[in-house]
């Protein structure tokens, strides 16, 4: 293999992987700082509880997401040294803040919020969870900034064969970030409500610690059936502004050849990209163009004419990323948004009427449930990551010429098969912790102090 295919996939390893558990943090910190917050108001012990048996949880996600995240800083570095110089100027500024604010306040408060149970004053503890949340958020929103920059480049002037930032608040005020990063954050309260409803399904059918675990799927109930509808429309949103600033992608995501107007939607089709043509697919007439303009009429562009546009535009080669892939992950990824919201509605149906726990099969259906909204963020970032192909960074430099030129196959393919190995052990151990966890259930009341007896035990006393 070429050292550019393995650098693509080793960037697609790590960074598939480390997704995994950024949204998680992002939505659970947020409802761990709710447990934590009604707790202070009302004194109700059963919110402490559930506010460190699902912080406990946190902290097993937020240590794998630290560890998966430190290495994607390097790759720019060393696998993409041409793409670092290119566009470093820019690329590196969100990059450096996320780091040097967000990171560094999320951390030191989340060591002030483990280490502060029943040492600080309660409003004062549950103020450092709600700041690492805030802090876990403001991270995503530096990240994507970077990223929306290689979505839809603002804020910038090639001087020197370099791309220099000539804007900073144009970069925060790229249309792209106010579409992702609203997705990305509802993305997160859905896999911690899911995560949450889950595992409260599996103690509820266990019949143990009723009194935490219907009080949490309460909670993860009413954050998930909120943020699967409002990610729904935002998607929407989402799709229509990607109709004009990637026009390719939406092309691909959809197998539209030929310009149309009205468009068709195809939930599904046969693909085949050498013929450029779709052999079989079942069509409904004008949806393209409802879901593209929010009318039964309006074109919207194919491929063909896409990649014409491109070559007039850019010069000769191919401009169309891989349609198969983008069209079916768009795919999974609506089909799993679909399943969410069929699965919540119907279990806050039931809880309304009392029901829930005596339908078993929803609670067994919501236990298997946990992966679905990883699978539709995976697939979401695929569609999005290769749906941008050729571009690295969208209309000013391809990946071809963003690999690093003196780094060899060997060293990429080693390092390729040293991280898959230790990221297998991580998920290895990362099962097993939260599995410990989970089973073992929130921890019994603390033993009461005998009088006297010191509090604690250190060095000096």
């Known amino acids: 293999m070429e050292a550019l295919l393995l650098a693509r996939l080793q960037f697609a390893v790590t960074s598939s992987y480390h997704f995994l558990f950024v949204p998680l943090t992002l939505g659970l910190s947020v409802l761990v700082a709710v447990m934590e917050t009604i707790y202070v108001r009302t004194g109700d012990e059963v919110y402490k509880k559930m506010a460190r048996f699902w912080g406990k949880l946190f902290l097993i996600n937020f240590a794998m997401g630290v560890v998966t995240g430190i290495v994607q800083e390097f790759h720019f570095g060393m696998?993409?040294?041409?793409?670092?110089?290119?566009?470093?100027?820019?690329?590196?500024?969100p990059l450096a803040i996320e780091a040097l604010a967000a990171f560094f306040l999320e951390s030191t408060f989340l060591g002030i919020w483990i280490f502060g149970w029943d040492k600080l004053p309660k409003a004062l503890h549950a103020a450092t969870i709600w700041l690492v949340a805030f802090a876990s958020n403001l991270s995503a929103f530096w990240i994507l900034v970077a990223n929306s920059f290689m979505q839809e480049p603002v804020g910038y002037a090639i001087r020197n064969g370099r791309a220099e930032m000539t804007d900073f608040f144009a970069l925060l005020g790229n249309p792209h970030v106010w579409y992702q990063f609203p997705h990305t954050v509802l993305?997160?309260?859905?896999?911690?409500?899911?995560?949450?409803?889950?595992?409260?399904?599996?103690?509820?059918?266990?019949k143990s610690h009723p009194d935490v675990f219907r009080r949490s799927f309460r909670l993860g109930l009413t954050v998930g059936v909120a943020a699967v509808l409002l990610v729904g429309v935002i998607g929407h949103f989402q799709?229509?502004?990607?109709?004009?600033?990637?026009?390719?992608?939406?092309?691909?995501?959809?197998?539209l050849w030929e310009s149309a107007d009205p468009a068709p939607f195809s939930p599904v089709a046969l693909i085949d990209e050498k013929q450029q043509a779709n052999p079989f697919e079942i069509q409904i007439p004008a949806f393209g163009s409802l879901l593209a303009h929010n009318s039964l009429s309006g074109e919207v562009k194919g491929i063909k004419e896409l990649q014409a546009g491109f070559e007039s535009r850019y010069g000769p080669g191919n401009y169309i990323?891989?349609?198969t892939s983008v069209y079916w992950s768009f795919r999974l990824m609506v089909l799993c948004g679909l399943w969410m919201a069929f699965i919540t509605l119907y279990s806050l149906y039931l809880w309304r009427k009392g029901r829930?726990?005596?339908r078993t099969w929803v609670l067994k259906a919501l236990l298997w449930s946990i992966p679905v909204p990883y699978?539709?963020?995976?697939?979401?970032w695929f569609m999005a990551e290769v749906g941008r192909q050729p571009w690295i960074v969208y209309g000013l430099q391809r990946v071809q010429e963003a690999v690093s030129p003196s780094v060899s196959a060997g060293a990429v393919l080693a390092?390729?098969?040293?991280?898959?190995l230790i990221y297998g052990v991580l998920a290895v151990v990362d099962v097993y912790l939260l599995a410990r966890f989970v089973k073992q259930g929130p921890e019994a009341e603390t033993t009461p102090v005998p009088p006297g007896a010191p509090r604690e035990v250190s060095l000096w006393t």
């Open 356 to 358: 829930l726990e005596a």
């Open 79 to 93: 696998n993409w040294s041409e793409y670092s110089r290119f566009v470093g100027d820019v690329f590196g500024a």
């Open 239 to 255: 799709g229509q502004h990607l109709v004009h600033s990637q026009p390719m992608k939406m092309a691909a995501a959809e197998a």
């Open 321 to 323: 990323p891989p349609v």
């Open 187 to 206: 993305a997160g309260f859905i896999t911690a409500a899911f995560f949450m409803m889950g595992i409260s399904a599996y103690h509820l059918l266990r």
């Open 375 to 380: 699978i539709a963020n995976t697939a979401g």
């Open 415 to 420: 390092t390729l098969l040293s991280f898959t």
